[in-house]
């Protein structure tokens, strides 16, 4: 195994044994939510996964390591310290060779998840094409990662304060699959649905099944399964995008850019609905997870 691995216990018996395991991502508790509900919600779907009888491997880039399967003081960590690093496909190496904590993005996830052969990733919402590309060029890294690393991510659609249809335009240029589980629309996190149609699987087989076409085919690319937040907890679409406007009208005036473009909206949309966004955040991240273990066990 390449030297910069490091494995928890019960995720390498998983691995050896063929039993299911899902990765999860780091970014979305050091960056994408605050203290202390991020900590809640790392272990709570850590506890989701196990219940469900899934191996969890939360991942991060901790000690010059990349750290497969985390404990408490781990998570922790994460969750608390303001000194760690959102890390996207061109920060690994940096981060790695400076023994700094690296938070893992879904590209990076995806990275380290394909190093130890876990399949599939659940996370909140993707990256994608940022409103107003056409003029900052800022078209999230996730979106390349999905053209080049073979991993199913179960994601809420793409968060609402992207461009979704340039999203999915590049992702098609990518060659990336994308489905829609259970819908025909791509869902815009916050929300179930937005209106845009895509193509759609209604089981966990399926998806394994062209997975592992994709694979026997010698394809490279990810499998992105859009999975809408159930109905009783989003926020319609309409609600959302005032919210939203005010955020990007902020990031604006405060010249936010790159790096911090997406953490600093998540931060102002919690802020403008009193928290709100906060509580639907968690409810569709969860809902991933499960679907993620279903597709795990499906394999
Ligand atoms: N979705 C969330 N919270 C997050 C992110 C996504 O609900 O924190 C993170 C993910 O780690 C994703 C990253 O990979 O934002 C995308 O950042 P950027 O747009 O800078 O590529
Ligand atoms: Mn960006």
């Known amino acids: 195994m390449n030297k910069f691995v490091e494995i928890n216990k019960k995720v ?3 691995l050896k044994n063929n039993k299911p395991v899902i990765a999860l991502e780091s970014t979305i508790i050091s960056h994408g939510m605050p203290y202390p509900q991020n900590i809640r919600v790392a272990k709570d779907l850590e506890k989701i996964a196990e219940d469900a009888g899934v ?3 939360t991942i991060c880039l901790m000690n010059g390591k990349i750290k497969i399967g985390l404990n408490d003081n781990e998570l922790e960590m994460l969750a608390i310290s303001k000194d760690v690093a959102k890390v996207s496909r061109r920060d690994f190496s940096r981060i790695l060779a400076s023994k700094k904590i690296g938070a893992t993005t879904v590209a990076a996830t995806m990275i380290a998840a394909h190093l130890v052969g876990i399949k599939v990733f659940a996370t909140g919402g993707v990256g994608g094409v940022h409103r107003g590309a ?25 968060k609402a304060i992207l461009d979704l249809p340039k999203t999915l335009e590049i992702l098609e240029t990518f060659g990336v699959p994308v489905y829609g589980f259970q819908t ?5 996190f916050y929300s179930a649905e937005s209106n845009i149609r895509i193509d759609r699987i209604d089981s966990e087989k399926e998806i394994t099944d062209i997975y592992k076409t994709n694979m026997r085919l010698g394809f490279k690319s990810g499998i992105l399964v859009a999975n809408p937040i159930p109905k009783k907890y989003e926020i319609p679409f309409s609600e959302m995008d005032e919210h939203i406007k005010i955020a990007l009208d902020r990031a604006k005036r405060n010249s936010v850019t790159g790096r911090g473009l997406t953490p600093f909206l998540l931060a102002e949309i919690v802020k ?11 409810r569709l991240v969860e809902n991933n997870v499960a679907l993620a273990c279903r597709i795990a066990k499906a394999f």
């Open 12 to 14: 390498k018996q998983a």
């Open 55 to 57: 191996v969890p491997a």
């Open 134 to 158: 056409e003029d900052s060029f800022d078209i999230s890294a996730d979106l390349k990662e999905f053209a080049q690393t073979p991993v199913i991510v179960v994601s809420a659609g793409a």
């Open 184 to 188: 025909d629309f791509f869902p815009a």
């Open 272 to 282: 403008i609905t009193k928290g709100s966004s906060l509580e639907t955040n968690i």
